[in-house]
C-alpha cells in the first residue's frame, strides 16, 4: 500500500512540475504579455508595486491552490480513469463505452486518488519530499512517469484490438 | 402536379406503383405515394441511402465535433460533446471560484475583502477557515473536470473505433484529436485569458488584479479549448478530404 501511494504521488508531482515548467516555457512565447511592455502598463504596474509576469506565476505554482496543481490532479485522475476503461476493454467487458462503465471508471479511480494522494492534503507532505530529490531521482522518476503514461496508452491500444 | 420533363407514363401513373419514391431528374421532387412532393435539399455529404450524416468542419447537426453519425450512436455522441462542453466551462468556472476564494497567500472574507492568511477572521470577515474549506471544495471540482474530460475522450476514442468497424478510421481518429485538441487549447487560452486579464485588471485597482486574471482564464479557457476541438477535427476533416 505504501508503495501504491508513493507512486502515485510521484506521478502527481511529476505531472505537477510538468505542467509549471510548460507554464515557463509559454510566459517565453505568449504572444499576449506584450500587453505588459506597453508604457502605459507598465506605469500601473509600478504604481501598483508589482511584477505581472510573478503574480501570474504565483497563481499557478501554489502547492495547496494552484493552477497546476489542479491540472495534475485532474491528469492523474484521468490516466486512472483511462486505465480502468482500458482493463475493462482487455477482458471484453463492454464494446461500446456507454454512460455507467465511464461513470464505474470515474468512481474507481476518484477513489483511489482520494485515499492515497487527495486526502487531507496528504500530496503536500510528499511533494516537500520529492522537492529534494538528487539530480539522478529526477531523472529516473520522470523516465518512470513517461513510461507510465506510454503503458497506459499501450494498453488503452491492446483494449482497443482486442 | 408533375414537373416539367416527365413522361407520359410518370403523367399518368401508369410506370410507379403506389408508394415508390423515386428522385426525380431536378433534384429537388419524388415520386411518392403516388404524388409529387417538393422535398428539401439537404446537406449530406456522405451515401444518403446509407442513413449516415456527416458534419462539416463547422459543426451543424447534433454534433459540434465534426463526426460521423450513424443511426442511434449520432444521439449518443451529441450528448458526450455537450457533456465534454459542460465539463470545459465547469473546470474554468471552478478553478476561477478557488482562485477568487484563495488566492496565494490571502482569502476571500464575507465582506468581499482579502485577508492575509496569518489572520483567522472575525464576526464581520466570516472564518479563514470557512474559506479554505469552499477553495477545496473548488479544487476537487477542477481536478474531477479536468479527469472526466480526459475520460470521456478515451470513451468517445472507443465508440469511434467501434463505428469504424474496429479501425483507427475517421471517427476514432475525429474523437482523439478533438479531444487532445481541447485539452491543449484549453491549456493555452487560459494562459493568454490570465496575461490579458491581468492587464485589464490592473486598471480597477487591486481586486482586479485577482478578478481580471480569473476572468480572463475562464474566458481563455473555454474559447481557446472550443477552438482547440475544432482544429484537431478539422486537421482530420483536412486529413480524410471532408
Known sequence: MKKIENYLNVLHFCFYKADYKLHLLSNKINPFHLIHKLPFQKRRYEKLGIDPIETINKVYKNKNYGTSMVFAGGILWGAMAILFLSLFMVFNVFVYATTPYIFACAVLSGGICYFFVFRNDKYIKYFDKYEKWTKAEKRKNTWLTLASLVAIFLLFYLGLKT | ?242
Not at chain 2, 126 to 150: C, E, I, M, P, Q
Open chain 2, 1 to 242: 402536379m408533375c414537373p416539367n420533363g416527365c413522361s407520359e407514363g410518370e403523367k399518368t401513373k401508369d410506370i410507379y406503383a403506389e408508394g415508390a419514391v423515386v428522385q426525380n431528374r431536378f433534384g429537388a421532387s419524388q415520386y411518392k405515394d403516388g404524388k409529387w412532393k417538393v422535398i428539401e435539399r439537404t446537406p449530406m455529404t456522405g451515401n444518403s441511402s446509407d442513413g449516415v450524416r456527416i458534419n462539416g468542419f463547422f459543426g451543424g447537426g447534433s454534433s459540434s465535433f465534426g463526426q460521423q453519425e450513424s443511426g442511434s450512436q449520432a444521439q449518443g455522441g451529441g450528448g458526450s460533446d455537450n457533456a465534454k462542453l459542460a465539463l470545459d466551462i465547469g473546470g474554468s468556472i471552478y478553478g476561477a471560484l478557488q482562485t477568487t476564494v484563495r488566492p496565494g497567500d490571502q482569502w476571500l472574507g464575507n465582506n468581499g475583502k482579502y485577508y492575509n492568511n496569518s489572520w483567522g477572521g472575525n464576526q464581520y470577515t466570516g472564518s479563514r477557515s470557512g474559506a479554505f474549506k469552499a477553495a477545496s471544495n473548488y479544487k476537487w471540482a477542477g481536478r474531477a473536470t479536468v479527469g472526466l474530460s480526459a475520460l470521456i475522450g478515451a470513451a468517445e476514442t472507443v465508440n469511434g473505433y467501434q463505428k469504424d468497424g474496429g479501425q483507427f478510421g475517421y471517427n476514432a481518429q475525429s474523437a482523439a484529436f478533438g479531444t487532445t485538441g481541447t485539452l491543449i487549447g484549453g491549456w493555452a487560452g487560459a494562459k493568454a485569458g490570465a496575461s490579458l486579464g491581468l492587464g485589464v485588471g490592473a486598471w480597477f485597482g487591486p481586486p482586479g488584479l485577482i478578478i481580471g486574471p480569473i476572468v480572463g482564464t475562464v474566458i481563455g479557457g473555454f474559447g481557446g479549448g472550443y477552438y482547440g476541438g475544432q482544429i484537431g477535427n478539422g486537421a482530420v476533416n483536412l486529413y480524410h478530404g471532408r
